[in-house]
């Protein structure tokens, strides 16, 4: 197993391979969609109290979402449900101290 030096971070292939399979023409096919990992990254940014990362990842998912669709594939309103969920505990983290709205 090798190592893949990537923006100063050593990443190794094991790890860069995850989430993705590889299709019948060899080419990589991805499982995740970009607006999911970008949700998965808020919520590490969450995790470790980086909320400037936080806050502008919920804001280029925010855009990705709310843009014209390419395709209706009626998961709009689950996607919508979990922007407004990821706010919501940004919201929370940023003011511990309040319990209710």
């Known amino acids: 197993m090798g190592n893949t030096i990537l ?5 190794s292939h094991s790890e860069d391979e995850v989430g993705r399979d590889v299709g ?5 096919r991805y499982s995740r969609r970009l607006s999911d990992k970008i949700l998965i ?3 590490h940014a969450c995790d470790q109290s980086d909320f400037e990362v936080a806050e502008e990842l919920l ?3 925010e855009m990705m979402l709310t ?4 395709t209706p594939d009626g998961t709009r ?14 919201w929370h983290l940023r003011h511990p101290d309040r319990d209710g709205f």
């Open 24 to 28: 019948s023409g060899g080419a990589p």
């Open 59 to 61: 804001r280029v998912l």
């Open 41 to 43: 990254a808020f919520h």
């Open 7 to 11: 923006l100063g971070a050593t990443v």
């Open 77 to 90: 309103r689950r996607n919508m449900e979990s922007l407004v969920a990821a706010h919501e505990r940004l």
């Open 67 to 70: 843009r014209r669709p390419l």
